[in-house]
Nanobody, 114 residues
Framework: QVRLVESGGGLVQAGGSLRLSCAAS????????MDWHRQAPGKQRELVAV???????DYADSVKGRFTISRDNAENTVYLRMNNLKPEDTAVYYC????????WGQGTQVTVSS
């Protein structure tokens, strides 16, 4: 059974940085595309960043130049480095592993104060 555990969220002032981690167990992540999503209160979940099994990355326009997605296949972990955080980045952040059945983590809260 695939399990994803996100960590690294917290409260940060605008302009600050955080690094989120998504640790996988029950499978190896190396062949899989993975991505980060976020959901703010009262809003739909949105895609933030993707990374393919080969390392191709893409980002939502709202985070381009500020967020960096990466993966460490040896650690079976995907990361999201978030710089220059803004209050509108406040949300619960989730990672997803693409497979025959997609797997999601439980999420980690990021709160950015102005």
């Amino acid at each position: 059974q695939v399990r994803l555990v996100e960590s690294g969220g917290g409260l940060v002032q605008a302009g600050g940085s955080l690094r989120l981690s998504c640790a996988a167990s029950g499978t190896i992540i190396s062949p899989h595309n993975m991505d980060w999503h976020r959901q703010a209160p009262g809003k739909q979940r949105e895609l933030v960043a993707v990374i393919s099994g080969s390392g191709y990355t893409d980002y939502a326009d709202s985070v381009k130049g500020r967020f960096t997605i990466s993966r460490d296949n040896a650690e079976n972990t995907v990361y999201l480095r978030m710089n220059n955080l803004k209050p509108e980045d406040t949300a619960v952040y989730y990672c997803r592993l693409h497979g025959p059945i997609d797997s999601w983590g439980q999420g980690t809260q990021v709160t950015v104060s102005s």
